[in-house]
């Protein structure tokens, strides 16, 4: 975990865990040459408490001679305006402020003093979410630069230790509080489970110990296949549903939460409940369908992919309209997009998607342009009856991020012309046309 030459950031509460933790790494820092410098995070939580805390914290650093550094967070705030519980909260922020000092001092590790009995509990904690062999597989000893030199140490041990060293240390009275699912997993579930097993603690710690090796080859299998169904584009994955759905189902879930790790950037809060919504919808969800990621992210099934991207941020639709003359233009800043009207007696159309050909003799008054509303129809050319613009845009493969800016050409209240897409067969030129308007769509540079 620590090599010669390291600088290592050492959290440290002021609780048992982590008291014997940095006591016990200033024992051996000089017989295996590395340096350490301690970091304490005042959650803003428990009031005086906390400021208690602190200051033990600070002491025992200067008692055993190591840098302290201070970092004051609001978990409260940061809980609401995030709509996360306070302990997901109180975790972000605390790793947060970790790494922010590791950075500033360029320190090689960040240790915490996570024991076995962590271990267990996060492993219970995982099952009764909800989880697979990573979830069994606990908390990693090593993850990054974050490392836990007491994961395989029982808290039962560090107690000793604290007492056989006469190490003050402070306890967290909220540690009690079965408000918090840890802490009724920590103080109801595991007696329970105990009494059955005594050995619970070691049998879970192996249990992590197992499924962190087998989790590892079935990882590198999920990368191996995610490269081999997956496009990646800049920001974002697409999974190519044909070539995805051709997979043991044993590594389909494997490959979707790589896909959303790949984007997002880490494999953290990528719940079961989230991968099983987005194998749902890579093997039987609809065109178009959506479902929400961590990390605001957000898959979309297209015609033939499921892609991970991020979340558009949402933009006022224009809701204006815009009279063309016959002839004239018209700018549409908004859309990005000019359009001109001009007479014409041709009848044949024109080749590109962006100019249409319209019979005169149709058109009253004013053309109009404007963007989708709620309840449009038309009647695209070669068909008998009208269809919902909706279902046309789905039909005509319409991403749904650009569907609120596809302008529409109207007569009176009749759609014309969906710009780039069909002409309306009511007004489309035959032979028998002996005049026409064209008009053309450019976009803006």
């Given at each position: ?23 016990a ?23 005086a ?38 302990e ?26 996570h ?19 990573r ?7 090593v ?123 880490d ?76 007479r ?24 109009r ?7 449009d129809?038309f ?29 529409l ?37």
């Amino acid at each position: 975990m620590i090599a010669a030459g390291d600088l290592v950031v050492v959290a440290v509460s002021g609780g048992p865990d982590s008291t014997a933790l940095l006591h016990a790494l200033v024992q051996i820092k000089g017989r295996h040459r590395f340096r350490l410098r301690v970091a304490h995070v005042h959650h803003g939580i428990r009031g005086a408490d906390a400021d208690t805390d602190a200051r033990a914290a600070a002491a025992f650093a200067r008692k055993v001679d190591v840098p302290f550094s201070q970092h004051q967070a609001d978990v409260p705030a940061y809980a609401e305006s995030h709509g996360l519980s306070m302990e997901t909260a109180a975790r972000e922020i605390r790793y947060r402020l970790l790494e922010s000092t590791a950075n500033r001092f360029g320190a090689n590790r960040i240790a915490t003093g996570h024991t076995a009995n962590d271990q267990a509990e996060t492993i219970l904690l995982n099952l009764l979410r909800g989880t697979g062999p990573r979830g069994l597989a606990g908390i990693p000893p090593v993850r990054g630069r974050i490392i836990r030199p007491l994961i395989g140490v029982t808290r039962e041990a560090v107690q000793h230790y604290c007492d056989s060293q006469q190490l003050s240390y402070r306890i967290d009275a909220s540690n009690r509080d079965v408000a918090f699912a840890r802490n009724r997993v920590r103080h109801e579930l595991m007696p329970v489970l105990e009494r059955i097993q005594p050995a619970l603690v070691s049998t879970l710690s192996r249990l992590a110990e197992i499924m962190r090796a087998e989790d590892d080859l079935l990882s590198e299998q999920a990368d191996n296949a995610l490269r081999g169904v997956a496009s990646q584009r800049p920001g974002e994955v697409g999974i190519l549903l044909s070539l995805f759905g051709a997979l043991p189902s044993a590594l389909q879930r494997r490959v979707i939460r790589a896909a959303i790790a790949k984007v997002k950037g880490d494999e953290l809060d990528i719940e079961l409940e989230r991968v099983d919504t987005l194998l749902h919808l890579a093997l039987e969800g609809r065109t178009g369908a959506l479902a929400e990621l961590p990390g605001g992210l957000r898959a979309e099934r297209t015609y033939g992919e499921v892609v991970i991207a991020a979340a558009p941020v949402e933009k006022a639709v224009s809701t204006r309209e815009w009279t063309l003359p016959i002839p004239g233009r018209v700018l549409l800043r908004e859309l990005g997009l000019e359009i001109a009207a001009s007479r014409s007696r041709a009848k044949r159309p024109p080749p590109s998607p962006m100019a249409a050909l319209l019979n005169a003799a149709k058109i009253e008054g004013p053309l109009r342009v404007r963007t989708r509303r709620r309840g449009d129809r038309f009647r695209p050319i070669g068909m008998k009856g009208t269809v919902k613009l909706q279902d046309f845009f789905v039909n005509a493969k319409v991403p749904r991020a650009q569907r609120d800016s596809v302008p529409l050409v109207l007569s009176g209240d009749e759609i014309v012309w969906v710009v780039g897409y069909r002409v309306s067969e009511g007004f489309k030129v035959t032979d028998k046309t002996r005049r026409s308007i064209r008009i053309e769509a450019t976009r803006l540079t």
